[in-house]
Nanobody
């Protein structure tokens, strides 16, 4: 899968950012998309994912109530709306795409699939939160 993110930047604590992800793979009927983030010195963390077939979503507890994932079928993009950003939210945010829903769901909810190789990753976009 080909994946590309955009929309990162610098924002003050309490502010908002919206990230976009464009994913494509002609070999797949459905492309499920997940958002991950990685802070310096920390492992990559799954934070949200959305099912391309039926719109189901999964949100990590660390961002629940503040971050929203959605998709625009016409634009073929997945968005991560991040509100009420906190000092612990900065990092490089990555978008991953895969034809399988289970591993994305598991990674976001901390249920496993740490060794699963997703079909495609974006290059990442930096999110910085200032005090």
């Amino acid at each position: 899968a080909q994946v590309a993110e955009s929309g990162g930047g610098l924002v003050q604590t309490g502010g908002s950012l919206r990230l976009s992800c464009a994913a494509s793979d002609k070999s797949l009927i459905y492309i499920h998309v997940g958002w991950f983030r990685q802070a310096p010195g920390r492992e990559r963390e799954g934070i949200a994912c959305i099912n391309d077939e039926d719109g189901r979503i999964a949100i990590a507890d660390s961002v629940k109530g503040r971050f929203t994932i959605s998709k625009d079928n016409r634009e073929k993009k997945v968005y991560l709306q991040m509100d009420h950003l906190r000092p612990e939210d900065p990092g490089v945010y990555y978008c991953a795409a895969d034809g399988a829903w289970g591993p994305l769901h598991d990674r976001v909810l901390g249920l496993g699939s740490e060794l699963y190789q997703f079909g495609g990753w974006g290059q990442g976009t930096q999110v910085t939160v200032s005090a």
